[in-house]
């Protein structure tokens, strides 16, 4: 099996930064693209970014230039430095990864439980 454990959430003032960790664990042979999204109370799930495993970045458009999105293949393990951050930012952010566990096996959609950041003054 494999797990996503995600770290770094926590309570920041507006224009402060984080840095959110995600590191997946477990039978693991590739993984594909990584990314982060996030649920706000009462919204919708909505992607944050993205990374492909050759390192090509998306990102949404409320994020971009504030947000970096990073991975290290050596760590299984992908990042998300929030940078200027908004009260609108607040919300559960999850971990994203499309994992193959074996040479022959298709890839797996994971997901991490969560990681609360809260933006406030």
């Known amino acids: 099996q494999v797990q996503l454990v995600e770290s770094g959430g926590g309570l920041v003032q507006p224009g402060g930064s984080l840095r959110l960790s995600c590191a997946a664990s477990?039978?693991?042979?590739?993984?594909?693209?990584m990314g982060w999204y996030r649920q706000a109370p009462g919204k919708e799930r909505e992607l944050v970014a993205t990374?492909?495993?050759?390192?090509?970045?998306n990102y949404a458009g409320s994020v971009k230039d504030r947000f970096t999105i990073s991975r290290d293949n050596a760590k299984d393990t992908v990042y998300l430095q929030m940078n200027s951050l908004k009260p609108e930012d607040t919300a559960v952010y999850y971990c994203?990864?499309?994992?193959?566990?074996?040479?022959?096996?298709?890839?797996?959609?994971?997901w991490g439980q969560g990681t609360q950041v809260t933006v406030s003054s």
């Open positions: 990374i492909t495993g050759g390192g090509t970045t």
């Open positions: 477990g039978r693991i042979f590739r993984i594909n693209a």
């Open positions: 994203n990864a499309d994992i193959k566990s074996t040479l022959y096996s298709l890839s797996t959609d994971y």
